[in-house]
């Protein structure tokens, strides 16, 4: 039997776009097929001009459709969708923004549209990565973490709220900017983590100078204007310290999980004691402490405790939560987060690797929550 443009349809329909994670059928990317002999030839509208996954998705489509007996070949011919077609897509996929407008008061609300992690029918668990000071390998340990744990099979976002050091976009290795569609970022996605993060709005080299209320509202942005598709985890790089942004994220996310990352040296372990007792002044859960530069191994199979040694232990006992995990210092570790190549990704079974593999696990699974928040089970300290 001969093919038919609908069996072209039905053969692109499992095809989904790379970005939006949806078929190309049911977004209305596919805008003719006609079919000569065995030659197939199909438009597709991309999303928006430029589209920077052109050639993937022109990979996807010639190999569902030549895959059809009696197609020899697949002539593409791509065009751009209309405004009223982003919209429609933006509505599909995120909603319509004044369908869903709020008031800027209450936990989880923005001006325009409500934060989807702060919603009680949430899934996605939300990760804070909090130090008290810099320095200490948080923005690495974030990184790899969420490729740790979506090599374990997870959807995994990060937003990168460290708005003054932002640096996760690099870690990641992320080539392209997000896309907009009508109103509504599409993360970048590499090592299959989703992030967004003031790198992609301001130029590396320039200082961000915002006050309180600009931050604020730049963070409730990636929290409501991106397409996060109902990840697994969102971890959320913040900045040292305890200011504007970490109340901010606190009064966004009032479900979050607070992680917090030290060295073993006592100054460092002192400082991150302030970040947790911020978390827990604003009602965020302190789950665990990760120990980051732990130890050195040398070529002769020693390790060398180069920042002293139980900063992590000990302020883990002093807030009562588990110590999650130590990962050791490696040079590899660092110059992957340079090169934008996670050491979680390139180097799974290396001893940093494993650690933080082994931290995800926990996380995972050890520290899940067993049921929802209730205040009222809240001991008193």
Known sequence: ?????????????????PELHRSIVDLGMVKGVAIDGGVAAVRI?????????????????????????????????????????????????????????????????????????AD???????????????????????????????????????????????????????EHAPVVIDQMLVPPESYGVR????????????????????????LEQFLTDVFWDDPDFLL??????????????????????????TTPQPAAQRVAQRAAYMGQKVNLEVKGVIENMAWFTGDDGKRYEIFGSGGGAELAERLEVPLVGQVPLMIPMREGSDAGRPIMAVDPESEASQAIAAIAQTIDLELAPTRRYNPGLKLLG
């Open 1 to 17: 039997m001969a093919v038919t443009e609908a069996d072209v349809v039905e053969a692109l329909r499992p095809v989904e776009d």
């Open 45 to 117: 509208a991309l999303t928006v001009a430029g589209c920077p996954l052109r050639a993937e998705i022109q990979n996807r489509v010639a190999g569902a459709v030549v895959a059809l007996d009696g197609i020899d070949r697949v002539d593409l011919d791509f065009t751009v969708m209309t405004d009223d077609e982003r919209a429609a897509v933006r509505e599909m996929l995120h909603g319509d923004p004044a369908s869903t407008a709020g008031t800027h008061q209450g936990h989880g609300h923005a001006e325009g549209r409500e934060i989807p992690f």
């Open 120 to 174: 009680p029918s949430s899934t996605t668990r939300v990760l804070l990565i909090a130090s008290g000071k810099g320095g200490v390998g948080k923005s690495s340990l974030t990184a790899n973490l969420s490729v740790a744990l979506a090599q374990r099979g997870h959807k995994v976002a990060v937003v990168d709220a460290d708005v003054w050091g932002f640096s996760i976009p690099r870690m990641l290795g992320v």
């Open 195 to 218: 992030c967004i993060s003031m790198g992609f709005f301001v130029e590396e080299e320039q200082p961000v100078i915002w006050r309180g209320p600009m931050l604020h509202k730049a």
């Open 236 to 261: 959320v790089d913040l900045p040292p310290g305890t200011g504007d942004i970490a109340l901010s994220l606190a009064q966004f996310l009032p479900r979050a999980e607070l992680y917090v990352v």
